[in-house]
């Protein structure tokens, strides 16, 4: 077996060789907006759904209508389309799996993410042309499982989030005619590979047909702290803690191998993945940016950028992990700011009007008397400070604050402003 060590890209002083070939970046599109979103920070491929056995139909789908110009954004900007049908239906939903490969027949993705045997024979006679990628639900965390998929004609398959850096090294090491790919950023469930019960058991809505509640994510009222194993007296094996008397005891922490860029190019990993289909365009944007950059500077042989856990953790609501990837050593990496500290996107730019002024989509509320930074791609925060930009509402009627989901008016002449780029408070 390989041996892998942490990738120490935060040390400007070792020189790197320059690679030749990069991971595609691999990002979720949950709507339209957030297509726009990853395709403007740089987003190689996208992975969208429709209907409900996308395993995400309760919140992050598109209408079927849709998809023919969410494919045509893509093609336009060279971004692979990977349309998922990764539930795992009962036989009652067969008919439901068929209907919708045959719709997708009328305008074809560049790709299919599917989990279930059942689904990947219907796709390859249905849709026998499209290549098949295997999701992340079909726990593939050996060679033989991923070859198993390649003799029934996936020529991708995304491995197990369970899986050390020595097990994906192993595995790329004996697979090296499959494309390979992994999540690198992102939730983690509480399951094996997001295969969980406990939404059916208390919601009745399957989270393996799309419909998950997230109960792992509720809040419970602990009437227990700390419990000890038999065997290990003395040892607190679990703890619940508490924050006005409940606590989300069975909610994990969310998955950041930002660091571990280079080391996974030179494993031949041909996709990073970034989850996230039902999270904001905003927090899309700022993730986004950054592993585009990381994966950028990887190739040019430079250091991971100063600025990018500052910007992850600005965009996280849960500690940052390498969980089961670094085996050794805490895998906790960074904390997400408080309230206080933490640059709130403020709006996203629709486009510019014929004046020269620009129309926003209103995030958060947004007062004319602070400073705010533009993201742009590359890492790049450019300050805009108050006093050098003025807001107006629909009518033409000067605003001193403008509202979260409101449309308004900027007039700002700065040169970094364009469609699709979003502000945040500086």
């Not at 599109?29 to 996308?54: F, H, P, Q, R, S």
């Not at 994510?217 to 194993?229: D, N, P, S």
């Not at 990073?272 to 950028?296: F, H, N, P, W």
């Not at 904390?335 to 995030?363: N, T, Y």
Request: aromatic fraction near 8%; proline fraction near 5%; charged fraction near 25%.
């Amino acid at each position: 077996m390989n041996t892998v060590t942490e990738n120490k890209t935060d040390n400007p002083d070792i020189a790197r060789p320059i690679l030749d070939e990069m991971p595609e970046l691999l990002c979720p599109a949950g709507n339209m907006e957030k297509l726009e979103t990853a395709v403007t920070y740089g987003a190689n491929a996208v992975y969208l759904g429709a209907g409900d056995l996308n395993l995400r139909s309760a919140g992050a789908g598109f209408r079927w209508e849709e998809l023919l110009a969410a494919f045509e954004l893509c093609r336009i900007n060279n971004v692979q389309a990977y349309f998922c049908v990764n539930a795992y239906p009962k036989e009652k939903d067969l008919a439901k799996v068929r209907t919708d490969l045959e719709k997708l027949a009328q305008c074809p993705p560049d790709g299919l993410i599917i989990a279930d045997p059942g689904v990947l024979m219907l796709a390859s006679e249905i849709l026998p042309d499209i290549p098949v990628h295997i999701s992340t639900q079909a726990n593939t965390g050996n060679s033989e499982a991923a070859r198993f998929w390649q003799k029934f004609g996936a020529e991708r398959v995304n491995l197990a989030r369970e899986l050390s850096a020595a097990d994906v090294a192993d595995i790329a090491e004996k697979c090296p005619d499959m494309d390979l790919e992994m999540f690198v950023h992102g939730a983690m469930c509480m399951a094996i590979s997001g295969r969980c019960f406990l939404s059916t058991w208390l919601n009745d809505r399957s989270a393996n047909m799309g419909r998950c509640t997230h109960p792992c994510r509720f809040e419970y009222k602990a009437t227990g702290l700390r419990v000890e194993e038999k065997t290990r007296p003395g040892q607190d094996v679990w703890e619940a803690v508490e924050h006005d008397g409940y606590t989300e005891f069975f909610a994990a922490e969310d998955l950041c191998l930002v660091n571990y860029v280079r080391m996974l190019a030179k494993l031949g990993i041909a996709s990073l993945k970034i989850e996230g289909r039902t999270k904001s365009s905003s927090y899309l944007a700022q993730v986004v940016d950054v592993y585009r950059t990381v994966i950028d500077k990887a190739k040019e042989g430079g250091p991971l950028p100063g600025n990018a856990m500052e910007e992850l953790t600005n965009a996280a609501t849960r500690p940052l992990t390498t969980a089961f990837f670094k085996q050794s050593g805490p895998s906790t990496i960074a904390m997400p700011p408080s309230k206080d500290e933490r640059k709130p996107v403020v709006a996203r730019v629709l486009e510019q009007r014929e004046d020269g002024s620009w129309l926003l989509s209103v995030k958060a509320r947004w007062e004319d008397d602070c400073d705010v930074q533009l993201i742009v791609p590359g890492l790049q925060r450019p300050l805009i400070t108050s006093g050098s930009y003025s807001f107006e509402a629909m009518n033409g009627e000067p605003k001193d604050v403008i509202h979260s989901g409101t449309q308004a008016i900027l007039r700002c002449d700065h040169e970094d402003i364009r469609t699709g780029l979003f502000f945040r408070k500086g």
